[in-house]
């Protein structure tokens, strides 16, 4: 299908009340749509982490170790696992174009399936079938210190906040402008001499952020894909779902029940609300998160039967126990904790965690879907993020709950400001402003893309039916169909799809040379230790942040 012919960012003048793009927004389209700066776009770059359950041919979960061929879960730097042992996570190297990284993405899936036997990985974001609480599998990272640690961080989750939440698994897009991008929006604006590159980066990323936890209410709208879940996943909680059939509860408007307060919860999290109004406030609140005790878990303690059972008795064990829709991140050095690296170095690239599996993708994912994320993370990146204050902070908190728990809802009313205005309105207001940092984008590809894939979300707005979650409550009911039946066919469907695709002799050759390299690294790790684990925790604890200046 031949592209459409590139155009200029077209510089909208929007009419409606509060929707206008502003002069901040449309100074930095124009400067970056300049010749000498639209190369910059292209610079920046994209990855992708995709969790999955490894299921039975039954849709049970697999209690099967995590497969040796795929190499070691510890030092394997593309396949691993999140908090169980059959709960995968595919990692992508990070690329300048998203399209690369989903080829990736693709290339991991299909090695996976060649080592994966008779079992199956599950396309949903929730889980179905799962065992007994003590029978889910924690995951296993070998003996060294390091191991020891994420295992021994993971028996603390399972004590926190149950076994059953951690099998959740969703689509996790890591996003970053170019370096040289920010130092001409810096430039520009006049701020070169209130403090430097690294300081306005990062300044600017969280600005991003706050923009994100504004809108991110029509990411949930447009890909949510989790209204339902299966009646056992919830056994012995409250709630307030709906019966669909015996083995399937869902609200009939909802878009995202793994966003809800059905899925990642907690209540000394509740209690942690980190400010985004600087980064130095974001990390003192993360800092005071892992230092503080709380007095539950002080009651369960760090040992039992004299085992570790979680790394400390504070809010969060480490930082990234923080469950949020997205997180300022920086690559680590070996030994180093999120929010040194953060202090020191500054904000490297954030991470969007908020997205359900597309269960009728393969991938979890598609490109389409990719492309908008990247318009609409550009659109929070260059727009106007004035501070936010606690009363907007709940409003944001109020408009994302709604949106997943009754975004399809005819109707549905959101806060702006304090004022009500429709879902649909807000939506395609954003969607026009969306337009011309996705015009911006095309025009530095000469192609038309990220318009294409604006245009394809803008008719979910008008067409409820053509949404994800939508689609997903309308199968289930036309077909009679549990949610587990239905996620099960789904997830053979895409095992049949992988299986007639194998890797090539390349691709197969490059994974299994990781896997191979994977595992002696782990070895050597276990060889080379010295001191005892106790010692290892204690110093790990100790380097909880001191200096928080940025």
């Known amino acids: 299908m031949k592209s ?9 003048n929007l009419k409606t009340k ?14 970056l749509g300049q010749e000498q700066h639209r190369g910059l776009l292209g610079q920046g770059l994209r990855g992708i982490e995709r969790e999955t359950l490894r299921v039975d041919g039954n849709g049970r979960l697999a209690l099967t170790p995590h497969p040796r061929a795929l190499g070691s879960a ?9 908090y169980s042992e059959s709960l995968l996570e595919f990692i992508t190297p990070a690329e300048h174009d998203i399209g690369t990284a989903l080829t990736e993405l693709d290339a991991i899936h299909r090695f996976v399936y060649s080592k994966l036997g008779d079992e199956l990985l599950w396309s949903q974001s929730m889980p179905a079938h799962l065992p007994a609480e003590e029978q889910i599998p924690i995951a296993w990272y070998g003996t060294s210190h390091m191991g020891m640690l994420k295992h021994v961080y993971r028996r603390g989750l399972a004590l926190r906040y149950g076994k059953r939440m951690q099998c959740i698994a969703g689509i996790h897009y890591n996003y970053s402008l170019a370096e040289g991008l920010w130092q001409v929006l810096q430039e520009a604006e006049g701020k070169s001499g209130s403090g430097t590159a690294m300081h306005f ?18 990411l949930m709208y447009l890909f949510g894909a989790s209204p339902a879940l299966s009646t056992c996943f919830l056994d012995g909680r409250q709630h307030r779902l709906e019966q669909l059939d015996k083995d399937t509860l869902y609200l009939p408007y909802a878009t995202s029940l793994r966003m809800s307060d059905l899925g990642y919860t907690s209540e000394a999290q509740a209690r942690l609300t980190p400010q985004f109004n600087s980064l130095d406030s974001y990390i003192k609140s993360l800092a005071r998160a892992v230092s503080q005790p709380y007095p539950p878990y002080e009651t369960i303690g760090t040992h039992r039967n004299g085992e570790w059972v979680q790394i400390n008795t504070n809010i969060l064990q480490i930082e990234n126990e923080y469950y949020s829709t997205i997180r300022p991140k920086r690559v680590i050095n070996s030994g180093e904790r999120p929010i040194q690296a953060l202090s020191a170095r500054g904000v490297q690239y954030i991470e969007v965690r908020c997205m359900d ?25 260059l727009d106007d993020s004035p501070l936010t204050s606690d009363e907007e902070s709940l409003e944001n908190t109020e408009n994302f709950t709604r949106a997943v ?25 954003l969607l026009e402003r969306i337009g011309a940092a996705a015009a911006l984008l095309d025009a530095q590809r000469s192609d038309g893309v990220h318009a294409a894939s ?64 994977s595992l002696s690294e782990q070895e050597s790790l276990e060889r080379s230790q010295t001191g005892d684990f106790d010692t290892f925790v204690a110093a790990y604890r100790a380097s909880t942040l001191g200096n928080m200046s940025v």
């Open 18 to 31: 509060d929707a206008e793009l502003t002069d901040h927004y449309t100074r930095r389209l124009a400067l």
């Open 454 to 517: 604006l245009a394809k979300q803008s008719l979910k707005l008008d067409q409820v039916e053509l949404t994800p979650s939508a689609q997903v409550l309308s199968i289930l009911q036309q077909n009679k169909e549990s949610f587990a039946s239905f996620a099960l066919r789904q997830s053979k469907a895409h095992a049949a799809y992988f299986l007639a695709h194998p890797p090539s002799p390349e691709e197969r050759n490059y994974f299994e040379t990781l896997a191979a390299t």
């Open 74 to 82: 510890l030092t394997q730097p593309q396949i691993t696992t999140d």
């Open 201 to 218: 980066q990062s300044e600017s990323y969280i600005a991003t952020v706050r923009n994100f936890r504004r809108y991110s209410w029509l």
């Open 405 to 429: 728990k009754e975004g399809r809802r005819p109707g549905l009313q959101l806060r702006r400001d304090g004022n009500p205005v429709g879902l649909q309105t807000w939506g395609k207001e």
């Open 357 to 381: 599996i597309d269960p009728f993708e393969p991938m979890g994912i598609n490109l389409e879907t990719s492309r908008f994320l990247d318009a609409f993370l550009l659109f929070c990146a």
């Open 4 to 12: 459409p012919k590139a155009k200029e960012p077209k510089m909208m």
